[in-house]
């Protein structure tokens, strides 16, 4: 499959599922897709990072090799929230060694206190904090009162995420 000519004939859930579905469990077709999701152009970035976070979805171990460099994309400035959105949905279902913690953390901050970001950007980060201070304690200081400052105005989405999250912080 050239998933180039894939990506690009349409952005579609049918696309997306066609895509993760040839990538299956195969860690050299999960390659192929990371590669296509690096080289851009900014387009084929953007619709690749969609079934590149399902696949990590359904096999959280076939990014592993990868995370540095998809991390990267989250540095950038100008990245569309589409690709920042789904890399943040990817980090929710993984287990972030310890050598991407910090730089993981500080992103995830970045995004959740941004009111200027995309709610589902913001929830992401939030959750990927949520599972981080599973295995770093002292973040849920930090995570709490940032949620409960922005609970009152947020969407309706934040909100009930909020409140999720901030439950499983406080038990």
């Known amino acids: 499959m050239n998933l180039v000519n894939v990506i ?3 952005h579609s859930k049918a696309q997306r599922d066609k895509i993760t579905s040839y990538v299956g469990e195969d860690p050299k077709r999960f390659a ?10 900014y387009r084929v970035t953007q619709r690749a990072s969609w079934p590149l976070s399902y696949c990590v979805e ?3 171990n076939l990014v592993k090799p990868h995370l540095k460099k998809i991390l990267s994309y989250l540095h950038k400035q100008d990245e569309h929230d589409a690709v920042k959105r789904n890399i943040l949905r990817l ?10 913690q910090g730089t993981t953390i ?3 901050f970045h995004f959740l206190t941004n009111p200027k970001e995309p709610i589902a950007v913001r929830v992401f980060a939030m959750t990927v904090l949520a599972n981080l201070a599973k295995e770093n304690p ?10 409960e400052d922005q609970l009152p105005y947020g969407s309706a989405g934040f909100i009930s995420r ?9 038990s």
Do not use: T
Request: proline share 8%.
């Open 8 to 10: 690009l004939k349409e």
């Open 32 to 41: 192929e897709l990371v590669a296509v999701f690096l080289a851009g152009p």
């Open 58 to 60: 359904h096999n959280p």
């Open 91 to 100: 980090l929710q279902y993984i287990a972030i060694p310890k050598s991407l």
């Open 106 to 108: 500080d992103l995830c």
């Open 138 to 147: 002292d973040l849920k200081n930090e995570i709490i009162p940032i949620i």
């Open 162 to 170: 909020g409140k999720k999250v901030l439950r499983e912080l406080k």
